[in-house]
């Protein structure tokens, strides 16, 4: 059963925006905190963003100042904003909740690659 749908990935240039989008379907996603995650080719994935259902809101340092969570209720959509990209920001990108993560339940992720 398909929790979550990841869209928006691409090819940008050094400096360049894209913005993902995550749909989301079942009720998990309306309990648990909503991470993006990526996975470098070669690399562990990490939590790059995080939002629980009272707006807190957390980002790595790496990614602090250029990228930004956000969720439409009505839509079951959350979004990874993401500005001045840069080429280790290159992965696969996921959304998740944090029972997700816990049980290993992953979508198929969106492809972003920063490249000149």
């Known amino acids: 059963q398909v929790q979550q749908v990841e869209s928006g990935g691409g090819l940008v240039q050094p400096g360049g925006s894209l913005r993902l989008s995550c749909v989301a379907s079942?009720?998990?996603?309306?309990?648990?905190?909503v991470g993006w995650y990526r996975q470098a080719p070669g690399k562990e994935r990490e939590l790059v963003a995080r939002?629980?259902?009272?707006?807190?809101?957390n980002y790595a340092d790496s990614v602090k100042g250029r990228f930004t969570i956000s969720r439409d209720n009505a839509k079951n959509t959350w979004y990874l904003q993401m500005s001045n990209l840069k080429p280790e920001d290159t992965g696969v990108y996921y959304c998740?909740?944090?029972?997700?993560?816990?049980?290993?339940?992953w979508g198929q992720g969106t492809q972003v690659t920063v490249s000149s």
């Open positions: 079942g009720s998990i996603f309306s309990i648990y905190p």
């Open positions: 939002i629980t259902q009272v707006d807190s809101i």
């Open positions: 998740n909740t944090e029972f997700g993560v816990r049980i290993g339940r």
